[in-house]
Each structure stands twice: as C-alpha cells, then as structure tokens.
C-alpha cells in the first residue's frame, strides 16, 4: 500500500480527495488502479501525468517500481508554450 499525493486538479476529479492510499507495486498498476477507483482521472492519464517518487519525476516509466512508505506525487500535465 502507498500513500500518494493527488497535486492541483487531480485531486478535485478524484472527489476532492487529496491523498489516497492504494495497493500498487509499480507504476502502470498505480495508474490502472486510479482509474478504475476515480474514472474521471483517466483522461488526464491518457494526457500525461508525472510521477514524483522521492523527489525525482518519472514520466513515461511505466514499470517503476513503488518503494513502500515512499513520497509519491501525481502532478498533471502542464499547459504551455
């Protein structure tokens, strides 16, 4: 089980929640799992969320595993030019 952080609007698509808990050994079943719990976030995943682990960001490193009692942010895609 891993705590993580939902950062600026995933949060609000997630019932306002700001933290969840769930049971996820890497990063692709965390993701899978959100979706299936909070639906609304599954767009903003096919978009692009990065995936900070103990200060470090991943992005597009699906198979990254999630230490136990690590820091873990969800921050959505940026807009921008």
Same mark, same amino acid.
């Given at each position: 089980?891993?705590?993580?952080?939902?950062?600026?609007? !995933?949060?609000?698509?997630?019932?306002?929640?700001?933290? /969840?808990? #769930?049971?996820?050994?890497?990063? +692709?079943?965390?993701?899978? *799992?959100?979706?299936?719990?909070?639906?609304? !976030?599954?767009?903003?995943?096919?978009?692009?969320?990065? /995936?900070? #682990?103990?200060?470090?960001?991943? +992005?597009?490193?699906?198979? *990254?595993?999630?230490?136990?009692?690590?820091?873990?942010?969800?921050?959505?895609?940026?807009?921008?030019?």
């Amino acid at each position: 089980m891993v705590e993580v952080t939902l950062w600026g609007s !995933l949060g609000a698509v997630a019932g306002g929640k700001s933290k /969840v808990e #769930i049971e996820a050994k890497d990063i +692709r079943e965390l993701f899978r *799992k959100l979706a299936e719990q909070y639906p609304g !976030l599954e767009p903003l995943i096919d978009k692009g969320i990065a /995936v900070a #682990i103990d200060g470090t960001i991943y +992005r597009d490193t699906w198979s *990254k595993r999630l230490p136990e009692g690590a820091e873990i942010f969800l921050l959505p895609r940026l807009a921008g030019g």
